[in-house]
C-alpha cells in the first residue's frame, strides 16, 4: 500500500493508541485520519512481547501466538503495570512496564520509517483518562524509548470524542463517551458547540476490562476441571496461558452467537494422562460471570453524570470506544439505561488511534481549516499535605486538594498557607494526587523545602502555593514567601519517580542490546514446539528481595528513633517471609532507600517521619503482621 506524506509545519507527527490488547497508529493524510497499516496489512498490532531462547524480541502476533508455548518469556496487557517500579521477567531479561512499552511502540515506529523516512517524528499518545501522573509519564517515557518526540498525551475517551467530532464543528451536543478496552474503562461527559470540543468529567477504573471477563472465564473452566479430574490447571504455567487463550476465543464467539463449545484435547497432562477440556458456554452464563464488571461500569456513568450535573436524558449521543464494547450486552444495558439507541459507527478498535491522530493534525496545522479545538479535564485532584486544628493542637498528614478533580485544563491556581510553629525557617512542600482526606491514601507526586523563612509567631508568615497544570497532564508548583517573595518551583514531568538521565539512559542500553542480540535466521513462522524443546524450561524468575541482613539500616540517632527502625527492619522481614514476591520486593526496596539516605541526617523529627511513610507503605500492601 503506497502512503502519501501528509506536509507539516515542523515535523512529521502521528497519533498512537497504546492499548491493553491491542495498539494501532494513525495519521492525517488528504485532510481524514487514517490507519497506517503493518507490515502483513494488519491495522492491529496485539500488545504482547516475547524474548524467545535466541534472544530476539519479537512483537505482536508472533509474540502472542508464543504466549501460549512460552508463557515465561512473554508479557500481554502490560498497560496495566504501566507506573510501577518491579522489573517483568522474560527470560533472562528484566525489563520495567515502559521498556516493554517502549518495544511495542518501537514495532509501531517501524511503520512510520516508509512514510516519513529517517527523520525525527513526533508522537501523540493516548492514555485512559483515569490514568495517573506517575502512569502518564511512564507512558511518555516509552514513548522517548522508542524514539519519539512526546509532546502530548492525550486521554482515550477525549481521542476518540475527536475521532466522531471531526467535520460537526456547528453542532451542537452534549456527548458521553463509553470506553470499555482490554484493560481498562473510561467514561466522559463533553460538549460540541462551534469547534469546541470541552470535556466536563471523566471517571473510570484503571483495572477493569475485557482482561478481567477472560480471566473470569479461566476461573469457571478450572472449576470444571476441578470437578471432573480434580486438578486446578491454574497451578500449571503452560494450561493457564492456553486457558486464557481459550477464555478469549469464548468471549469473541459469544459477542456473535448464544452458545460457545470450549474445546482443547490436551490441555495439560497430569500422572500420564493428557487432562481434556470440553465443554458448552451459554451468552446468557457468561454475562452473569461478567455482570459485577458491567454494573460498576454503570454505577461510574452515573458518578460522572453526577459530576457534571446532568441525567442521562440530558445526553444527545453515547459513543461507544473499545473492543470490549463489542459484547452485546453493553449495547442493551447501555440503550435501556440512555433509552435511545448509542452510536459505534467507528470501529471501537480504531477509534482512539483515529482521534489521536486528528489531534496530531490539529497540533501540526494539518486540520488547522477544521477549526476543532478540544479541551481535557484533570481526572485527579491534586494538592499538598497540610496540618489541621485539633483539640490537642496540629495534626499533620491532611490532604488540601489547590486544583479539584475535573478542572479544565490547562489551568493554575494559588492557595495560601501560613507557618505552623513560632520561628518556622523551612516548610517542606509535599505534593499528593487524589481524592482521600489523608495524604497516606493519596499519591505522592514529589517535594521540596522552601528556607529562609523569616522568623515570626506561626501563622504570621503567609506562603503561596500555586499548581501550574497543562494539557500534558505536566504539573509545575511553585511556593513563595509572600513577605520577601523568595520562591521555589518544582515541575513533574519527564521520568518516573524523578528518574536521573542516568536511570534514563540505562533503560536505552538495555533496550539497545535487546536490539543488538545476535540471533539465527528464523524466516518464515517461527516453529513454537521446535524452539520449545531446546528452551530450558526452568520455571520462571522472580527477581529476590533485597537482603536486609547484608546492611544495618539504623543510623546513629537518639535511641527512641533508633528503635523504631529496628521494629520497621522486623516488619520487613515478616513481610518478606510471608510473600517474597518481586511487587513486595519494590517496594520494601523503595522503603529501604529511604531509610539509607537518613544515615547522614541527625533530624529525628525526618526520621520519624520517614518512619511514618514507609509503615504507610506496608499497610497499602494489605499485610496482617
Given at each position: ?226 470437578k471432573t479430574h480434580g486438578i486446578d490447571p491454574r497451578s500449571d504455567l503452560k494450561a ?291 524452539d520449545l524443546e531446546a528452551e530450558d524450561q526452568a520455571d520462571m524468575v522472580i527477581l ?82
Amino acid at each position: 500500500m503506497s502512503l502519501a506524506v501528509e506536509p507539516a509545519s515542523f515535523r512529521p507527527i502521528v497519533g498512537i493508541d497504546l492499548g491493553t490488547t491491542n495498539s494501532a497508529l494513525a495519521y492525517i493524510h488528504n485532510g481524514v485520519p487514517e490507519i497506517i497499516p503493518l507490515s502483513d496489512g494488519q491495522v492491529l498490532l496485539p500488545s504482547v512481547v516475547l524474548i524467545d531462547p535466541h534472544g530476539k524480541v519479537r512483537v505482536g502476533r508472533d509474540a502472542r501466538d508464543g504466549l501460549l508455548a512460552m508463557p515465561d518469556r512473554a508479557i500481554a496487557a502490560v498497560k496495566r503495570q504501566m507506573g510501577e517500579t518491579n522489573p517483568i521477567t522474560l527470560g533472562d531479561q528484566h525489563l520495567l512496564p515502559e521498556e516493554v512499552s517502549a518495544l511495542i511502540l518501537k514495532e509501531l515506529r517501524q511503520r512510520v520509517t516508509p512514510i516519513y523516512g529517517e527523520q525525527e517524528i513526533e508522537a501523540v499518545i493516548t492514555v485512559p483518562a483515569y490514568f495517573s501522573d506517575i502512569q502518564r509519564r511512564a507512558t511518555k517515557r516509552a514513548g522517548e524509548l522508542a524514539g519519539f518526540v512526546v509532546e502530548r498525551i492525550i486521554n482515550e475517551p477525549t481521542a476518540a470524542a475527536l475521532a466522531y467530532g471531526l467535520g460537526t464543528k456547528d453542532q451542537h451536543k452534549r456527548v458521553m463517551v463509553y470506553d470499555l478496552g482490554g484493560g481498562t474503562f473510561d467514561v466522559s461527559v463533553l460538549t460540541l458547540e462551534q469547534g469546541v470540543l470541552e470535556v466536563h468529567a471523566s471517571n473510570g477504573n484503571r483495572r477493569l476490562g475485557g482482561e478481567d471477563f477472560d480471566w473470569v472465564l479461566v476461573d469457571w473452566m478450572a472449576q470444571h476441571l476441578l470437578k471432573t479430574h480434580g486438578i486446578d490447571p491454574r497451578s500449571d504455567l503452560k494450561a493457564r496461558a492456553q486457558l486464557k487463550d481459550l477464555a478469549e476465543q469464548v468471549k469473541w464467539t459469544l459477542s456473535e452467537k448464544t452458545e460457545a463449545l470450549i474445546e482443547s484435547p490436551i490441555l495439560m497432562v497430569h500422572e500420564g494422562q493428557a487432562v481434556r477440556l470440553s465443554e458448552k458456554i451459554s451468552r446468557r452464563q457468561f454475562i452473569t460471570l461478567i455482570r459485577p464488571f458491567l454494573d460498576e461500569t454503570i454505577r461510574l456513568v452515573s458518578d460522572v453524570l453526577e459530576q457534571a450535573k446532568l441525567k442521562a436524558e440530558d445526553m444527545d449521543e453515547v459513543l461507544l470506544v473499545g473492543g470490549s464494547t463489542r459484547i452485546p450486552e453493553v449495547h442493551a444495558m447501555l440503550t435501556d439505561y440512555f433509552g435511545r439507541p448509542v452510536r459505534n459507527d467507528i470501529d471501537p478498535d480504531l477509534t482512539v488511534a483515529l482521534g489521536a491522530a486528528v489531534q496530531a493534525g490539529l497540533k501540526s496545522g494539518a486540520l488547522s481549516d477544521d477549526g476543532l479545538v478540544a479541551t481535557d479535564v484533570a481526572p485527579f485532584s491534586m494538592g499538598i499535605a497540610s496540618a489541621r486544628p485539633s483539640w490537642t493542637g496540629l495534626t499533620p498528614g491532611y490532604f488540601t486538594p489547590i486544583i479539584p478533580r475535573n478542572t479544565t485544563v490547562p489551568c493554575t491556581r494559588t492557595e495560601v498557607f501560613t507557618t505552623s510553629y513560632d520561628g518556622q525557617s523551612v516548610i517542606n512542600v509535599e505534593v499528593y494526587q487524589g481524592e482521600d482526606d489523608r495524604v497516606s491514601n493519596n499519591l505522592r507526586l514529589g517535594s521540596f523545602a522552601l528556607s529562609e523563612i523569616p522568623p515570626a509567631p506561626a501563622g504570621m508568615e503567609k506562603i503561596e502555593v500555586s499548581f501550574r497544570y497543562n494539557l500534558n497532564g505536566i504539573l509545575e508548583v511553585t511556593a513563595r514567601i509572600v513577605s520577601t517573595t523568595k520562591s521555589h518551583r518544582m515541575v513533574i514531568q519527564d521520568g518516573l519517580d524523578r528518574q536521573s538521565e542516568e536511570s534514563l539512559n540505562e533503560s536505552r542500553a538495555r533496550l539497545a542490546a535487546l536490539s543488538d542480540a545476535k540471533s539465527p535466521d528464523l524466516s518464515g513462522d517461527l516453529d513454537w514446539e521446535g524452539d520449545l524443546e531446546a528452551e530450558d524450561q526452568a520455571d520462571m524468575v522472580i527477581l529476590p528481595p533485597p537482603s536486609l541482613a547484608e546492611d544495618p539500616l539504623v543510623p546513629p540517632l537518639e535511641s527512641d528513633a533508633q528503635e523504631s527502625i529496628v521494629m520497621l527492619i522486623a516488619d520487613l522481614k515478616a513481610a518478606l517471609a510471608k510473600v517474597g514476591n518481586a511487587q513486595l520486593a519494590g517496594k520494601v526496596q523503595a522503603v529501604i532507600e529511604a531509610l539509607q539516605s537518613l544515615r547522614v541526617s541527625s533530624d529525628v523529627d525526618v526520621l520519624e517521619r520517614m518512619v511514618d511513610q514507609a509503615t504507610d507503605l506496608l499497610m497499602e500492601l494489605d499485610l496482617n503482621f
